[in-house]
């Protein structure tokens, strides 16, 4: 078990420009979630995948945001046009249900700012 | 989505149990009450859950009231790697929208030595 991988780990970048972000799942887990956290707060969700389907999208995520998970494994998440309040950390999760229940295990995250 | 309340923050000393509150006074009947804890620099992590029974695992106990519109979440001897945000959060995982998490502001636990 290597874990959730994301890269890159920071990501420092101009407003206006776009930015994306990769997320590896644990190879059996077949759900993926992707969340923003920012400064002092919790992680609010933004996204869901089951295998390559996108099955929930938060209000949070805009029309400059696209997540994508095309063979159902590894992930991305693009921002287009960013803007200073794109600025926070971007955490991936992935899971997989067992017995009635699926523990999500997340990544470290990519942080981005937007200067 | 139910919401929990938690306070921001609490101190310990190590090696000394600790107790988190969450209080979920509008919680379902098929709510499940999960712990998630977010160390330094790091994403979360699974410590434990739980529907009406207590629960013990081998990073801590759940205690679930008896009318489960409150929960204890009880590390048993706080030590420096403890200290983390804890979050309680409230999971239908009946309905498709139990598969996100959805995070308060959690308790931030310091451990002091």
């Known amino acids: 078990d290597t874990g959730v991988s994301q890269d890159p780990r920071h990501k420092i970048t101009k407003r206006g420009q776009n930015v994306t972000f990769r997320c590896d799942p644990i190879?059996?887990?077949?759900?993926l979630y992707w969340y923003r956290q920012t400064l002092g707060q919790g992680p609010e969700f933004l996204t869901y995948f089951q295998n390559e389907a996108q099955l929930e999208k938060s209000r949070l995520l805009s029309d400059r945001f696209s997540a994508e998970r095309p063979k159902g494994s590894f992930s991305t998440l693009e921002i287009q046009r960013t803007e200073q309040g794109d600025s926070a950390m971007y955490l991936c999760?992935?899971?997989?249900?067992?017995?009635?229940?699926?523990?999500?295990?997340f990544g470290p995250g990519t942080r981005l700012t937007v200067l | 989505d139910a919401k929990t309340t938690q306070p921001n923050s609490m101190e310990s000393n190590e090696e000394e149990p600790v107790h988190l509150p969450c209080n979920h006074s509008t919680i379902s009947g098929t709510d499940y009450i999960h712990w998630y804890r977010q160390l330094p620099s790091q994403g979360p992590e699974y410590v434990i859950h739980?529907?009406?029974s207590n629960v013990n695992n081998r990073m801590a106990s759940l205690a679930i009231a008896e009318d489960r519109k409150s929960s204890t979440l009880i590390l048993h001897r706080a030590t420096l790697r403890d200290a983390a945000v804890y979050y309680c959060i409230l999971r239908d995982v009946i309905k498709a929208a139990g598969n996100k998490l959805t995070f308060g502001g959690g308790t931030r636990v310091l451990v002091k030595p």
């Open positions: 190879s059996e887990h077949n759900r």
């Open positions: 999760a992935s899971s997989r249900r067992r017995e009635g229940i699926d523990e999500q295990f």
């Open positions: 739980g529907l009406t």
